[in-house]
């Protein structure tokens, strides 16, 4: 998938990983091409730019910790990360539907007939 077509994306993905369990900054890289199955790459020099700013407000929290014999950088989600989340996936849903009534116009005008 395109980098570009994440841009605006990145903290919600991230945010979204993390939500479950904490992880390393290269587990996160991993449980994104996983969960979009293989179709997101996501270079290292994205994530830890997003991981300390999404740090820095309040949204994560991390700590160090030893993984696999390694001292690595943990993160977890806060109370207000998981708040944050909750907002980014309400725009998210509110954006596709925008999207998805000017791109499938028919099947907005079918949905509507069967609601009505």
């Not at 979204?16 to 290292?44: D, N």
């Not at 109370?79 to 925008?98: K, M, P, Q, Y």
């Not at 005008?109 to 009505?116: C, T």
Request: proline content about 3%; hydrophobic content about 40%.
């Amino acid at each position: 998938m395109n980098a570009d077509a994440l841009r605006g994306h990145m903290d919600a993905l991230l945010l979204s990983v993390l939500e479950e369990e904490p992880l390393h900054g290269y587990a996160i890289i991993e449980a994104l091409q996983a969960r979009s199955g293989g179709s997101l790459s996501v270079p290292t020099g994205t994530v830890y730019p997003a991981l300390r700013r999404l740090e820095q407000a309040g949204y994560l929290a991390s700590e160090w910790a030893t993984v696999g014999g390694r001292r690595r950088r943990t993160y977890r989600l806060t109370s207000s990360g998981h708040r944050a989340l909750a907002g980014e996936r309400a725009a998210w849903r509110e954006f596709t539907g925008v999207i998805g009534s000017v791109l499938d116009p028919a099947g907005v005008r079918e949905r509507l007939g069967r609601e009505g």
